[in-house]
């Protein structure tokens, strides 16, 4: 194990939490929260330049500084962080053989490996935020796995890796350089902190306490009538999922440019307006994924996702309108998100004391976009690598959510996936609501152009 120091050397100036960090440190801290850390896992099948592949993975984690974060062994609530730089014979990757009968008992045990890799908390001040390994099966077959401390690493910072990663293999391989230096962490954060004014703040505050104020009062409740846990008979929920294939997102996505409105704004607010008109709410609120890196930092990696409510009004009345409204509820929601996790519980115990009640999150949206085709299997010719090759094992996901949408979205084509908790949202609800937003992505993208 690295000889990492368990406090800040004086030297080492503190780096500032991003507003989503301190969010997600409270809530691990106070929440109880299940730990999982961000996780990958390629399979690679063909002749395999090991060194290669290691340069470059040695490569992404030297230049991007938010991996080379540290905090004090027993962080408190409110922890500096500092940055260690990788040493020059520092291993980042660790190598292993493994002595398999087969195939199949190989990626049953990368799949074991990545598991428990996926669930073990950072040991503050003990060891990186991150654990990478390559391991071989033969000279045809190996797998690389890296998890990554939630804390620094958000679904943006997955996408780089994946990317940046497999570019770098091919630049090594050819014998050309590979970049040295990232944008910096550390210098997004302190941009971050340093740009809300107190006005903005006393605006972001209100636009919260007015949200929260409607998730307190307008409860989902499961089909007996009682209000989600409080207990009751289980009901199986499930997961639905479609596809919009390339044609289909390109012309959707040209119908959306016509009306100023982001692939992924559509979705949410063809969601929203199917939702209200299958359960007949004039008004819906939910909770949402947002990304706060603005243009110049897309490239940083670190911890800039966290969860923020919106509220739809008129939410079953003209599609159009309701899109209109949902885009931008995003981008004031986005504008006000960079609130402190201490606001942000105040302002939450401010609206459960006045309403009575907890704040919902019967709803909960969460969106990805990814430059390039999507591309689960990508085929170089001399290696055939497979991206979410390994699942996980003996791990349960417990979705607290009614209804749970997740969006990504690449050049190529657009996945959804529908979760329901079969309580408050059974599958034919579901099912319905789904293909509500199949039907409108298809006759939208029907459309002539204009």
Same mark, same amino acid.
């Given at each position: 194990m690295p000889d990492l120091t368990p406090t800040r050397p004086a030297s080492s100036a503190?780096?500032?939490?991003?507003?989503?960090?301190? &969010? @997600?440190?409270?809530?691990?801290?106070?929440?109880? $929260?299940?730990?999982?850390?961000?996780?990958?896992? @390629?399979?690679? +099948?063909g002749d395999l330049d090991t060194d290669a592949l290691l340069?470059?993975?040695?490569?992404?984690?030297? *230049?991007?500084?938010? %991996?080379? +974060?540290?905090?004090? =062994?027993?962080?408190?609530?409110?922890?500096? !962080? &500092? %940055?260690?730089?990788?040493?020059?014979?520092?291993?980042?990757?660790?190598?292993?053989?493994?002595?398999? #009968?087969?195939?199949?008992?190989?990626?049953?045990?990368?799949?074991?490996? %990545?598991?428990?890799?996926?669930?073990?908390?950072?040991?503050?001040?003990?060891?990186? =935020?991150? /654990?990478i390994r390559l391991l071989r099966y033969d000279a045809g077959r190996h797998a690389l796995l890296a998890t990554f401390q939630n804390l620094v690493f958000d679904g943006r910072a997955h996408h780089l890796f994946a990317h940046e990663v497999w570019r770098d293999y091919?630049?090594?391989?050819?014998?050309? =350089?590979?970049?040295?230096?990232? =944008?910096? @962490?550390?210098?997004?954060?302190?941009?971050?902190?340093?740009?809300?004014?107190?006005?903005?703040?006393?605006?972001? +505050?209100?636009? $919260?306490?007015? *949200?929260?104020? @409607?998730?307190?009062?307008?409860?989902?409740?499961?089909a007996d009538g009682a209000k989600a846990g409080d207990g009751g008979p289980a009901a199986e929920g499930g997961m639905l999922r479609a596809e919009l294939d390339g044609p289909t997102t390109a012309a959707l996505r040209h119908t959306c440019e016509r009306a100023r409105l982001g692939l992924l704004q559509w979705t949410v607010g063809s969601f929203v307006h199917a939702l209200a008109s299958r359960t007949g709410r004039t008004e819906v609120g939910l909770w949402t994924s947002m990304d706060s890196r603005p243009p110049r930092d897309r490239d940083v990696v670190g911890m800039f996702a966290a969860s923020c409510p919106l509220v739809v009004t008129d939410a079953d009345g003209d599609p159009d309108a309701v899109r209109g409204r949902v885009r931008a509820g995003l981008l004031n929601a986005l504008k006000h998100q960079r609130l402190t996790a201490a606001e942000i519980?105040?302002?939450?115990?401010?609206?459960? /004391? !006045?309403?009575?009640?907890?704040?919902?999150?019967?709803?909960?949206?969460?969106?990805?976009?990814?430059?390039?085709?999507?591309?689960?299997?990508?085929?170089?010719?001399a290696l055939r690598i497979t991206a979410d090759a390994y699942e996980l094992r003996r791990i349960a996901v417990t979705d607290l959510h009614a209804l749970h949408l997740r969006c990504t979205e690449y050049?190529?084509? %657009?996945?959804?996936? +529908?979760?329901?908790?079969?309580?408050? #949202?059974?599958?034919?609800?579901?099912?319905?609501?789904?293909?509500?937003?199949?039907?409108?992505?298809?006759?939208?993208?029907a459309e002539p152009a204009g």
């Open positions: 503190p780096v500032p939490f991003t507003h989503e960090q301190d &969010w @997600f440190h409270t809530k691990t801290r106070t929440d109880a $929260w299940a730990h999982k850390n961000v996780r990958l896992g @390629f399979e690679i +099948l340069t470059a993975v040695r490569a992404f984690v030297t *230049r991007h500084d938010a %991996l080379h +974060l540290q905090l004090p =062994p027993e962080p408190g609530p409110h922890p500096e !962080q &500092w %940055l260690r730089p990788i040493g020059a014979t520092e291993q980042v990757v660790a190598c292993q053989q493994v002595a398999a #009968v087969s195939p199949e008992q190989f990626n049953r045990y990368v799949s074991a490996i %990545l598991s428990r890799d996926c669930v073990t908390p950072w040991r503050y001040g003990e060891q990186r =935020p991150f /654990a091919e630049s090594v391989r050819r014998g050309d =350089p590979v970049p040295v230096r990232a =944008p910096s @962490f550390a210098e997004a954060a302190a941009r971050q902190r340093a740009g809300t004014t107190p006005a903005q703040r006393e605006r972001a +505050l209100a636009d $919260w306490r007015e *949200r929260l104020g @409607f998730l307190a009062r307008t409860r989902w409740v499961r519980t105040a302002v939450t115990r401010e609206a459960e /004391a !006045q309403h009575g009640a907890p704040v919902g999150r019967d709803v909960y949206v969460n969106l990805r976009r990814f430059e390039g085709d999507h591309a689960g299997v990508r085929d170089t010719g050049r190529d084509r %657009l996945l959804i996936d +529908l979760r329901f908790d079969g309580l408050r #949202v059974d599958r034919p609800a579901a099912r319905a609501i789904l293909d509500d937003v199949l039907a409108a992505a298809a006759a939208q993208a």
